[in-house]
């Protein structure tokens, strides 16, 4: 591309990275190769990401049916013909740029919207005349992100109950309906690491997290495992760890899918949504020290990944 890569101009180069802009296969490979040894622009380069692909996932982009968009173009412009062709025929026919022949909805939309209707002695922008189109246009985006939620992530759908992703889902939901309870309700992050100590073969991690509130713990077994879980609130959204020690997954006492495990050792966590049918949960896994942690949140992915960046 001819332009070199400095620690000063990396950033600019970070949303062409993400957007599949970059042509030059030589150049992407030094971009990407920029990102993963810098770990401040790692954390950038998922922000970004987990971003883009939260409003993506809020704003689906559907192809309008030929038949409807056929139908919304006459209507509109039969409205706009009725209104304006007795004082106005002549701003039709001495148009340079005619608006009727695209085939593409959006494009289609971007020009009648910039045209103006004469109506007396007052011009009206064209817009006006397409405001039952845009509520439909929003209503119709609603409606599909409702009955478009998509497939459970296949590592939930297709877990064995050995998963320790599949374990970290099912005491959510326990948790959810007060079926687990805290043994120890406290905000003090020392009282409830003291409390587990006694119980724990392992050093439980307790982070302090940002915009959360620690509520407690409880330590249970799986299969002779010892299991820690740690609850905190944010608002009305609630942060759950699942935490374990790492030779509970060296013995497969429970199992992290080996794609996830390589995606934490390459990205230092493996993140995903679509793992519950119930609630619109984020989960996010992760090892420190001699530890494996599988978080599960009601928060979206953007926030409980700022969340976890800022763990202290």
């Known amino acids: 591309m001819g332009e070199k890569i400095t620690r000063d101009n990396i950033d600019e180069f970070i949303t062409s990275y993400i ?3 970059i042509k030059d296969t030589a150049f992407k490979a030094e971009v990407g190769d920029y990102i993963r040894n810098d770990e401040a622009l790692q954390k950038k380069y998922n922000a970004e990401l987990l971003t883009k692909s939260f409003l993506i996932s809020r704003l689906p982009n559907k192809e309008v049916p030929l038949a409807v968009f056929n139908k919304i173009r006459v209507s509109i412009d039969d409205l706009i013909a009725e209104s304006s062709l007795k004082n106005h025929k002549h701003a039709v026919e001495t148009d340079n740029h005619p608006i009727y022949t695209s085939t593409s909805f959006y494009d289609y939309f971007k020009k009648i919207i910039s045209y103006p209707v004469h109506i007396g002695k007052f011009s009206v922008p064209r817009y006006s005349f397409a405001v039952v189109l845009i509520i439909l246009v929003i209503a119709s985006s609603f409606f599909i992100k409702r009955n478009n939620a998509g ?3 296949p590592y939930i759908a297709d877990g064995s109950d050995n998963s320790m992703m599949v374990q970290a889902m099912n005491n959510f939901h326990k948790i959810m309906k007060g ?3 805290a043994q120890v309700n406290s905000t003090d992050p020392a009282q409830v690491k003291s409390y587990l100590k006694s119980s724990l073969d392992y050093d439980v991690y307790i982070p302090n997290i940002e915009n959360c509130e620690l509520v407690g713990a409880v330590c249970n077994e799986y299969n002779g495992q010892k299991v820690a879980h740690i609850i905190y609130h944010s608002g009305n959204d ?6 374990t020690s790492t030779g509970c997954i060296k013995h497969r006492v429970m199992e992290i899918p080996e794609p996830v495990h390589n995606e934490i050792m390459t990205h230092k966590f493996y993140m995903c949504d679509k793992v519950d049918k119930d609630h619109d949960c984020t989960m996010l896994l992760w090892y420190t020290g001699n530890i494996v942690c599988a978080s ?6 953007q926030k409980m990944y700022a969340a976890f960046t800022n763990f202290k």
């Open 238 to 243: 609630v942060f759950y760890i699942c935490e």
């Open 179 to 181: 079926e687990i309870k």
């Open 296 to 301: 599960v949140s009601t928060m979206p992915k």
């Open 151 to 153: 497939p459970l992530n």
């Open 19 to 21: 957007d599949g802009e």
